[in-house]
């Protein structure tokens, strides 16, 4: 059993206390630009409620599950608009031919970005293994009668989950801060389900961010003392990928630093 380095985490956890690291009692620079417009001018929040809006849905969330993705407002990222892939990946949605799919959705954040964008929504699918963060989503990003996205309350081990109907139908893939939760040999299992859920042909894409690690290997899991949590350095995510036979990997270092040795990577990974 790998245990967490936070003394009485798991009773923390269960009685949601703010009392931990991963929770932030200031959002400071983590409501960018980009977060900041997209509420502004897609949600048509009013600029001075924006905070309050964001913390008000963040806490709501926090007593869903405290994730250091919704302690930490990393939610507020939107991360695949800043793959070096995006504007690439705008483009193949916006002709309406092709199909998107965020694994680990959350609040459905860059599904939001990427309708802002141009995107035709009822292209768009989001997975979240709680559903109440779909509906906080619509609370977050209002619009809710216009999206034509599709939800699905999924756990991906789970092969006879409503993702299974989107087998064979998914050109592109986010896995954005979803594989480095597991453990290698989950990560493997959550690879070949992404890999169903592609288009079998050249040009599906699976991209994405997460924490890695200078030496890879299994680290400790800070929210879930009943497993750890694999770190990938480039060669571990290459074979990784490889062992799955998705061949072509773009790993990229981004200057962010996760402790003496860890590093947030963005990566893409193209079928051949």
């Known amino acids: ?76 990222d939107l991360a695949i608009s800043f793959s070096p892939s995006y504007p690439t990946i705008l483009q193949r949605l916006k002709t309406g031919n092709e199909n998107f799919f965020d694994l680990g959705c959350c609040f459905g954040q860059e599904i939001r970005r990427l309708v802002h964008d141009g995107a035709p929504s009822s292209h768009l699918y989001g997975a979240d293994l709680r559903p109440e963060f779909f509906a906080l989503g619509y609370k977050l990003f209002r619009g809710s009668s216009t999206l034509q996205s599709t939800f699905i309350a999924a756990d991906v081990f789970d092969s006879s989950s409503p993702v299974k109907d989107l087998e064979g139908r998914i050109d592109i893939l986010d896995a954005g801060s979803f594989l480095h939760i597991f453990d290698y040999e989950q990560q493997v299992k959550v690879c070949k389900r992404i890999i169903e859920t592609l288009r079998a042909r050249k040009g599906s894409v699976v991209l994405g961010r997460q924490v890695g690690n200078v030496v890879a290997g299994e680290r400790v899991h800070r929210t879930n003392e009943a497993q750890s949590m694999f770190r990938h350095n480039e060669e571990s995510f290459r074979k990784m990928w490889v062992e799955v036979e998705m061949i072509e990997v773009e790993r990229r270092s981004i200057n962010e630093i996760h402790g003496s040795d860890g590093r947030a990577i963005r990566f893409s990974v193209w079928r051949e």
């Open 1 to 76: 059993m790998a245990h967490t380095d936070i003394p009485n985490a798991l009773a923390k956890i269960e009685a949601r206390e703010k009392d931990v690291p991963w929770y932030d009692p200031e959002i400071g620079k983590k409501l960018g630009d980009s977060a900041r417009e997209l509420l502004e001018n897609y949600s048509r929040v009013p600029a001075a409620e924006v905070e309050d809006h964001v913390y008000r849905i963040r806490d709501e969330a926090w007593k869903v599950f405290p994730y250091p993705c919704i302690g930490g407002f990393r939610f507020l």
